[in-house]
């Protein structure tokens, strides 16, 4: 009996350990089949890097990848989506894998056929390019350009980066056609880029959103309660163990808590009647939880694609084939 009873205890001192260990580890969270490449579904092609110079922060250049999926028809106008921090989300073996949710998703006709873009912060020349090692706060124009409360971000993507995209690939001009995401610096930028161009941008997808006072980001739910409705979707994510407004010396600043802030950001678009989605793990700051849940705010964002209804309509009713598989006798 006694030995049993050490035996117990040891089993549940191991337990305890080993969950506080996990607690707010990100290493609990695994990327699920649909952000894994999958056998059958067809696979498109990655372009670039190709650079674009910028007038609005001059001296400065964006690099950005092109994903054109199998299922690409240049006869028909398609969807767009952006992501910010581009290296992050484009990498085969990172936390997100955004080519193979858009294949898996898109194969089984549960987002729109989509052209993705993955950009980069801008630097100037003489400057490294952001890797998973450095994103570029330290050693690029990441911050200034990311964290801003005005337009000029927005204008990159709008006045520098479309034209380029509309020049070589038939997309949709429509607003809710269009959507921009991101992660930390970059999905505060992301939502700045709808809030400052609705007319452009209505779809925003945020992980661990930097909503904080790095320059004014926590202003935001007060900014959404004083304007007018804006007509844009928001899916949100972060954890509750993000970076939590602890300063230096063990004082606690409530602007620089991330968990609080993408809440109060909730609880802003909520009142104003937002279409608004949102989720909170155990996670901390980085793209690991929201990785595991991008296929579904994907999903959510673009749930009113245009579906048919037609009993007969087998196309409809079948897996969304490459264009070159659809077109064969």
């Given at each position: ?163 380029e995209l509309y020049a070589k690939y038939n997309l949709s001009k429509e607003a809710q056609d269009h959507g921009i995401g991101g992660c930390s610096s970059g999905a505060i930028a992301a939502f700045t880029v709808a809030w400052q161009r ?132």
């Amino acid at each position: 009996m006694r030995m049993f009873s050490l035996f117990l205890v040891a089993t549940l001192l191991a337990s305890a350990t080993a969950f506080a260990q996990r607690e707010g580890n990100d290493d609990f969270f695994q990327l699920g089949p649909d952000s894994l490449r999958q056998e059958g579904v067809p696979h498109g092609e990655v372009t670039g890097p190709h650079v674009i110079p910028s007038q609005v922060f001059e001296g400065t250049q964006h690099t950005y990848w092109v994903y054109v999926p199998a299922q690409y028809d240049a006869s028909q106008p398609c969807s767009l989506m952006i992501f910010n921090d581009g290296h992050a989300f484009l990498d085969p073996e990172g936390s997100a894998r955004a080519t193979n949710v858009i294949d898996n998703l898109m194969f089984r006709r549960e987002i729109p056929v989509m052209i993705t873009v993955f950009i980069n912060p801008g630097r100037r020349p003489d400057q490294p390019e952001p890797s998973a090692r450095e994103w570029g706060d330290r050693t690029t124009n990441r911050g200034t350009e990311y964290n801003e409360l005005n337009d000029r971000y927005a204008r990159v993507i709008i006045d520098e980066l479309m034209p380029e995209l509309y020049a070589k690939y038939n997309l949709s001009k429509e607003a809710q056609d269009h959507g921009i995401g991101g992660c930390s610096s970059g999905a505060i930028a992301a939502f700045t880029v709808a809030w400052q161009r609705p007319d452009q941008f209505t779809k925003v997808l945020s992980t661990v959103g930097s909503f904080t006072n790095i320059r004014g980001g926590h202003a935001y739910p007060d900014i959404i309660r004083a304007s007018d409705k804006k007509p844009i979707r928001v899916f949100l994510q972060d954890g509750r163990n993000d970076n939590r407004g602890r300063r230096r010396g063990g004082a606690y600043d409530e602007t620089w808590d991330w968990f609080l802030q993408n809440v109060r950001m909730v609880e802003a678009l909520t009142e104003k009647g937002y279409d608004v989605n949102y989720s909170w793990s155990i996670g901390r700051h980085g793209l690991k939880p929201g990785g595991v849940i991008l296929p579904e705010m994907m999903r959510w964002l673009w749930r009113d694609h245009p579906v048919s209804t037609d009993v007969n309509d087998q196309v409809e009713r079948s897996f969304n084939e490459s264009t070159a598989q659809a077109s064969a006798p």
